[in-house]
């Protein structure tokens, strides 16, 4: 029997970091507990209204956040506040299919095209790998805006 997963970010902001995230992959904030949202709603603004309806203090409504594929297809992504820096390289990361099914220059250009939309967004891009035939069909590696390390593939 397969698992269901969820993926665990440590973030020095996670409202900031789960809608980064949330851009990259599609993905949205489910609601609060019991909230039932109009389609229009902002479930960040909704987060806000409930925590502090039952009484969180304000400087603690950023200690978590979690985005969701809206299909219930992929992961959920749960994002925690931590106190201390990232200080290595990520032991894991996520490889974002930004060119799935493209082959070459083709491909290339769809991962810079995503490149160049997620660094407007506050992703800084690291290093471009070429296509190496067989084995390998290029990717750029990417980090996020606190330093978690992904690759556009």
């Not at 909230?35 to 709603?41: E, I, K, M, S």
């Not at 106190?83 to 991962?111: C, F, I, S, T, Y």
């Not at 067989?134 to 978690?148: F, L, Q, S």
């Amino acid at each position: 029997m397969s698992r269901h997963i969820q993926i665990t970010f440590d973030a020095h902001d996670p409202k900031a970091l789960s809608t980064f995230w949330r851009e990259v992959l599609g993905y949205v904030h489910p609601g609060p507990p019991g909230v039932d949202l109009p389609a229009d709603a902002d479930p960040l603004v909704a987060w806000e209204e409930f925590l502090a309806r039952i009484g969180v203090p304000p400087e603690q409504r950023n200690t978590r956040s979690a985005i969701e594929d809206p299909h219930g297809h992929g992961p959920r992504l749960f994002f925690q506040q931590v106190p201390e820096d990232k200080v290595a390289k990520n032991r894991v990361h996520l490889d974002v299919r930004a060119a799935p099914g493209l082959q070459g220059e083709e491909r290339m250009a769809a991962l810079e095209a995503e490149c160049d939309r997620l660094v407007a967004l506050g992703a800084t891009r690291v290093q471009r790998y070429e296509p190496g035939p067989p084995m390998g069909a290029g990717h750029i590696v990417m980090t996020d805006p606190e330093g978690n390390e992904f690759c556009l593939d």
